[in-house]
């Protein structure tokens, strides 16, 4: 994988990738790996669980 060949980012290889821009533009690859947006029901969750 070109990742752990370059010790680049995935995120930085996805931005350079001719094909994967030709589908999705540079806000939208962003935002994939904005963590906030998978995190945002964290706290819902943990006092759910009671934790």
């Known amino acids: 994988m070109k990742t752990r060949a370059t010790g680049k980012h995935l995120k930085e ?8 821009r030709k589908h ?3 806000k939208e690859i ?11 029901n964290i706290k819902t969750i943990f006092n759910r669980l009671g934790i």
Do not use: M, P, Q
């Open 13 to 20: 290889i996805v931005l350079a990738d001719k094909e994967a």
């Open 30 to 40: 962003e935002e994939a790996f904005n963590i906030n947006f998978y995190l945002r």
């Open 24 to 26: 999705l533009s540079e």
